[in-house]
């Protein structure tokens, strides 16, 4: 049965699995929604009414079970299994995701990096070499390439939507600001800073 | 009189913001709901909606006066005035907000970046020297600092927020998994990019 997470439950869910897995670090395989309340400056209620729509997870008296939770939760979030990711754009933004370290205890495996500069082309990075962009579609047939990151400007990007999507991937990370158009089975996620930073603006202004 | 302007609204000011402003790139200083919603994929409806919001801008049989509309909406962002960041941690993401070109255009000026790694004190980026972090507060105070982008790893920013707000910084751009506790005078604006990155797997195998 599938389950049915309201979104607000759903945004929540990689921050209890961060803060879970802090707690097994720790040795710690139990915890209270009160214990939980604390560390995460949630309420004790917001927790007990979340892990409701998670199923049931706690149990009277005991309270919940850290690794099985945490098991729960990778597997509603998908990051159980492996997904292989490219990123498109070797500048610093590209650069800092491949980098980053976070991503592969998700399941994230960072297996290629594109450029359009000739000179970069061949360059090594965390192991991965940067390739020219008329080998993306082997690239990603041979690699079973799910996940494209997109970061270069928009002005260069000339197809770049349309040939991934013909290529078989299924999800765009958006860092540029292209204007996705894609088809029903292909989801986009829009990470635009300057547009998290007018959101910050915006705040500090009408505090 | 403040405009109350609902949030799903607001979130769409910055991308009218960008194509408002690339339709002046094109000379173009007319348009309609119709004309935009073309161009952006949003409804005409939804458009003149959102305008309405905003106060009533467009005129019948003439449409958007599209300078005009321009300004309003950085006045509404409060992007029409500078305000000066600094970046903390100057690795990958840091050199990504640093270089990055949209920012100066939304009134956004990079004033410094800091770093606790003594080999990295003195390196020059974009004209922006790296600085260790015991020059934090008087460079907040001599450089009037607004806002702090804040890049570094959670284990090793010890009392950096506290420090950041106690010099009088106003809003953090939160990158790091630091969980933030502000007075209520200091705004929080979190960009977890592992977060994005599992909404976009989620979004993949719920399709």
Chains 1, 2 share one sequence.
Not at 116 to 122: E, Q
Not at 146 to 170: C, E
Not at 174 to 188: C, D, T, Y
Request: proline share 3%.
């Amino acid at each position: 049965m599938e389950l049915r997470i309201p979104k607000a439950v759903f945004d929540r869910l990689p921050r209890y699995y961060r803060y879970l897995g802090d707690l097994m670090d720790l040795g710690i395989n139990r915890t209270s929604s009160y214990d939980l309340a604390e560390r995460m400056s949630y309420s004790a209620t917001l927790i007990r009414h979340d892990m409701s729509t998670l199923g049931d997870f706690g149990r009277l008296g005991y309270g919940y079970d850290v690794p099985y939770l945490h098991t729960k939760i990778s597997e509603i979030l998908g990051i159980n299994r492996c997904h292989n990711i490219i990123v498109i754009g070797s500048g610093n933004l590209g650069h800092a995701i491949v980098n980053h370290s976070n991503f592969a205890q998700y399941g994230f495996v960072m297996k290629g990096m594109f450029d359009v500069d000739p000179r970069l082309i061949g360059m090594v990075i965390r192991g991965i070499e940067i390739q020219p962009l008329d080998r993306l579609e082997t690239f990603i047939q041979e690699q079973d390439i799910q996940i494209a990151a997109v970061t270069i400007p928009k002005n260069k990007a000339d197809n770049l939507v349309d040939r991934l999507v013909r290529a078989g991937i299924k999800g765009i990370w958006n860092f540029s600001h292209l204007e996705v158009n894609v088809p029903e089975n292909v989801v986009v996620e829009d990470v635009h800073l300057s547009e998290s930073l007018m959101k910050l603006l915006y705040q500090m202004n009408h505090r």
